[in-house]
């Protein structure tokens, strides 16, 4: 059931939707923006935007509300102008969008309000500052309409998709792009997770599908059929995402794999908008219902039944009270630990053909489709386990083991477990009686273990153990006295050695060594990490991890040292080649100082001052990293000044050849859109029209830096130098 708490209704369709401190933001297909009180449940604030502009379609993407600051930005139909308002108190507009050239199809805000994006017909996405409202930066040119957008949680990281399926991922602080694919079917809505690692996409013929962005490969597809997804999020603390549709159902879709978890049936139908804030889920529907729902309802309830191992009970209060009880890491964690013991009993009840008891014994796991298809594999296995509990009975431990070995889902049952506990006992007890007294105990001990010693997978576990009894009391002797490195020698010099419980004792001690030097790792106390991995280097399960542990904690004092010495160029190159310096409290400060001097040569840029901006960020241009960034916000920064200094231009510069400072910057960006535009608005198309050539969109890479553009009375550009930059 959904856990619901309160509704509203909006005029038209809900195509935004979003919460502050004290009430909820929406918006619909007719221009509505009002603000609804959490606390009294009425309406606040409401305004129409427009009563003469044809309305938006019931799932247009046009209209996006912000996370946390209030702001609401709106497409128009048939216009290629967006508005941004401010929705605290009164509403009210605050700034006219401009760049895009068609009408917008989709706009997103960033998780923290520091970016938005907007999408358009003219297959261009164009990135905004959330704080200022100005043009931040362009992705390449989509072939088609831009149907979705999305940002990562860092605000790193934009997705942009179009109808024709073409997906880009473009990195907004390194401004380049890191992966492009193409899609069979047009990509609705996107969000990244694991680490930014991969993107959850879902489409419009109900395909659902992620993208590993590092090994550039689709995985953990599948396909909700007969619908015609709209909308998708991940359910905070899961992993698991809510999927939305044209139609009445909501989708509970595993992250790990793809499958459907569950589904619910609501009451309206068309999801629109979808917002998680705290411990609440707000849904907006296309005939204007606004529904909110409690994400902890009756989660004590739920965590008592599972408490007392009561699947059943739990199970009931999701079904019953709240269905996203569902995705929480206790219960999956309860249900997995629950279902090996379980399956084991199923098994054995099955080959008894004890069915009831089966079913109810597997009830309260069978909504897991996982687990009803592993149970019906072993309804269909049911004489090779009859076969298998009469050899147990009859103790024909070859027979067996035989059949394990032919049927390996076998070793999931009770009996196996039960006969491999015996033989561990028995071999244990033949160590301690040929270690009292060898000779006068060696019959003996070939009596107890006589069950297994034909036995293919133990037989020469046997034969070694009463030819080499000296030696596994010897690597006892070693083990008791903990010295490992000694014990490790004999387990290499006799590999039988390894078949026993101690030395599975034995590698679990160097593995909490091996956490011991994560442990002083990341207090930074890297000497006595390396001392410690010197001694596991010597002992040989743990040699190659202890040398690639040596080497990863050597970087990291390499990487420091730069860093304190400010060597920023190859302190940056060695941050890019290697993921594990990115956990350095020194690396986030190194990017974050970074990304700090670039907010204030933004504001340098968008005053059309470039010799500010490369002053504030002169120590990073020579990282090979930030050569993008930095051509991006100098980008700004010419255009800027171009505006500035257009013909007509109060207190603009004198004697400018507008055609040779036009060449300079195609030289560096190419004849972009962004270029057209200055020069179609300003009176200078004529210019830009006789320059024949389109230029190079990363001509910057190889042309000099230069702090302005103009070209004045043809003097040549002088280059931007900094010696100490080059360090």
Partial sequence: MFPSVNNFRLVGSVLGLSTNENSILCADNFYNICTFSKQTKVIEESLQLSKSAESLHPFSKCISISHSSSKVAVGFSKNSQGIVLNATDKIFPVATLTWQKLEITKIAFSPKDNYFATGGEDGRVLVYVGESYNFLLSLPPFPDYISAIAFNEEESLVFGSCYSGKTMIFDIVRNSLIATFESESVIEDAFFYDDNSKVFCVCKNGKIFSYNIKQSTFINTNTLHNAWLTVCQRVPDSNYALVGGRDNLLHFISLDDGSLLDNIIMDNRGLTALHFKENLIYLGWSDGALQVGKLDTAKEEMLEALNNNNLTEALKIINEKNIFLKTLGEYQHKLESLWKETLAKAIDLLAKNQFDEVNALAKPFMSDIKKKEEL??????????????????????????????????????????????????????????????????????????????????????????????????????????????????????????????????????????????????????????????????????????????????????????????????????????????????ECKRLYDSFRDKCKIAFKYANEGDGEKVLNQLKEYLFAECWKDKIASILKIAYLTEFVQNAPGKEGALENISWKETFQYYIERYGKDEELKKIAAENNLQSELDSIPFDGNPKGYLTCIIADSLLSIDNQPLQEFSDKESKD
């Fill in 376 to 585: 019906d594999y072993y309804w269909q296995q049911k004489e090779v386990m009859l076969n298998f509990l009469d050899a147990l009975e009859a103790k024909n431990y070859i027979e067996v083991y035989k059949l394990v070995e032919q049927n390996t889902y076998l070793k999931d049952s009770m009996g196996y477990m039960k006969v491999e506990e015996l033989w561990e006992k028995s071999f244990e007890v033949c160590k301690k009686l040929l270690l009292q007294n060898a000779q006068s105990n060696i019959q003996k001990a070939q009596e107890i273990l006589k069950p297994f010693a034909n036995v293919k997978c133990k037989k020469d576990s046997v034969t070694m153990l009463l030819r080499n009894s000296d030696k596994y009391f010897e690597a006892e002797r070693e083990y008791k006295a903990k010295n490992f490195v000694e014990y490790f020698k004999l387990t290499e010099k006799f590999p039988f050695l390894r078949e026993t419980t101690i030395y599975r004792s034995a590698l679990l001690v160097g593995e909490q060594i091996m956490r011991r030097v994560g442990v002083l790792e990341q207090a930074g106390d890297f000497e006595k990490a390396i001392e410690i991995c010197k001694l596991l280097s010597s002992m040989a399960p743990f040699k190659i991890a202890a040398g690639d542990k040596t080497k990863s904690i050597q970087l990291k004092q390499e990487f420091i040292q730069l860093c304190n010495e400010r060597k920023l160029t190859k302190a940056f190159e060695m941050a890019e080649e290697s993921d594990e310096l990115r956990s350095l409290p």
